[in-house]
């Protein structure tokens, strides 16, 4: 184990650097085309808040490893391929780069992020299901 101590800003530079982080429009054609799974990770209250995209996949960040492993016992029926293209949403793109990379290290090497996140997507206003009111 290395002494080497870095800090979150200097990390997500690192991080970002190996992914082929997307726009939100692109993410959006990439799923339309039937070449991406989209994967929400924001918790319960920011969906409930902002609404859902339609056809992404929710995985609580706690759960996105076991869930989109596909050599593990608890995958989604959709990670089903190490070549799958996996896009990572968060709230604005910063959570979903380090679970782009984590998914990277489990060797989906197609996983990344967009930037800016669901807000990004919502400011480019692609779809969006919203909550009953």
Partial sequence: MSDERV???????????GLDR???????????AG????????????????GLIPGALVVERNE???RLDPLGSHRAPEADSHDL?????????Y?????AASLRQLGLHRATDVIGG???WKAADLPVLHPET
């Fill in 22 to 32: 997307i726009e939100a429009r692109a993410a959006y054609e990439a799923y339309e």
């Fill in 85 to 93: 293209r996996v896009v990572v949403f968060c709230n604005e793109g």
């Fill in 118 to 120: 669901f807000q990004a």
């Fill in 35 to 50: 070449d991406a799974l989209l994967v929400d990770t924001r918790y319960a209250a920011l969906r409930d808040r902002d």
């Fill in 95 to 99: 959570a979903s780069s380090l679970a």
């Fill in 7 to 17: 800090g979150i800003d200097e990390l997500l530079e690192r991080v970002r650097s």
């Fill in 64 to 66: 996105l490893e076991w």
